[in-house]
């Protein structure tokens, strides 16, 4: 349960517990909990272990100038390490930091890999049951594998034809497309799950972890069919703080562990992993007329620029440039 936050003595002093108690008292997502701690932890170390307190604008140029030459981080990398330190600064300690100069990363953002759809069809070849239906969903609808995972029966319209995100990158639910080619996939591993819940109801488990922000009336339900997880986890876990039992999804590294080695058998000598697909997602929509605006919304980017880089993908994939070499007889 990798991304269920743990729980925190509201009475501790150490400074990384009230860090942590200050962001969820601010309900910003737990990946954005995981990713602030990470960085200040490494800050403090860089910094042989001193206080935040003891520093200030000029160990904080120092560590963001460190990663830009030393670790060789991208741009993006960088941001986050600054957006994590401001925290840090002005809002949580409520100490003012400005004017910031340092080495900004140089490290240029490359152009996605994308499969072709004879590519993907042979990587999705080599999976079977829940997996080829993971892949197929990321691959069908833009999802992160992330999302694939923490899907729930409730979060599958077969009516609308839509699958809804809970909880998304940024904490942002959104709604996105339900492949037609995923539908009797989709109602195969529901009556798997309903099997496999009704037999652990029979066996005193079946209650799922639900978000701590759920309303009560949704706690007390969390025995309900419609809260399980699309894709359970093979064992048992207690959720040790309300005495109850039941299965929680599976691990994200077991899902990308299957996928990848699809890729590799299919075998695909691209640089490409599981999030491929979904870049693919987003390259075949684009090449199909799709608006920059709707594909933002489907694949759910804060920002429209982000989405863009799939312009460039597509608009290569798609000129009919014939080199002059394939015009000569021969």
């Not at 272990?49 to 963001?64: C, G, S, V, W, Y």
Request: aromatic share 8%.
């Amino acid at each position: 349960m990798k991304d269920v936050r743990q729980l925190v003595d509201p009475k501790s002093t150490r400074l990384m517990d009230r860090l942590k108690l200050h962001i969820r008292a601010h309900n910003l997502a737990y990946t954005t909990e995981k990713s602030y701690v990470h960085w200040v932890l490494r800050y403090i170390r860089y910094h042989n272990k001193r206080h935040p307190n003891t520093m200030a604008e000029q160990e904080i140029e120092d560590f963001l100038s460190y990663l830009a030459c030393q670790r060789r981080c991208s741009k993006g990398t960088q941001r986050v390490a600054l957006n994590a330190l401001i925290y840090l600064y002005r809002e949580f300690l409520q100490i003012s930091v400005s004017n910031l100069n340092y080495k900004l990363a140089s490290k240029p953002r490359k152009l996605p890999t994308v499969f072709s759809s004879s590519e993907a069809a042979k990587v999705l070849e080599q999976l079977k049951g829940k997996y080829a239906l993971a892949a197929s969903l990321i691959y069908g609808s833009g999802l992160r594998i992330s999302e694939v995972v923490s899907l729930r029966i409730k979060d599958i319209d077969f009516e609308m034809n839509q699958i809804v995100v809970r909880s998304g990158k940024g904490d942002k639910d959104r709604v996105t497309l339900l492949p037609e080619a995923c539908v009797s996939q989709l109602r195969r591993q529901i009556a798997i799950v309903h099997a496999l819940h009704e037999e652990d109801l029979a066996n005193g488990h079946g209650c799922v972890f639900i978000p701590y922000r759920q309303s009560i009336d949704q706690l007390s339900s969390r025995n309900e069919f419609a809260w399980q997880f699309l894709f359970p986890s093979n064992a048992i876990v207690i959720d040790t703080p309300n005495k109850v039992s039941g299965r929680h999804h599976i691990d994200v590294s077991v899902m990308r562990k299957k996928i990848n080695q699809a890729i590799k058998t299919a075998p695909i000598y691209k640089p490409a992993s599981t999030h491929t697909f979904r870049h693919s997602f987003a390259s075949q929509c684009i090449l199909n007329g799709m608006d920059i605006r709707t594909l933002q919304e489907l694949m759910g980017h804060a920002s429209v620029s982000t989405t863009q880089i799939y312009l460039q993908v597509s608009e290569q994939r798609g000129k009919s440039v014939v080199s002059p070499i394939d015009r000569i007889s021969r």
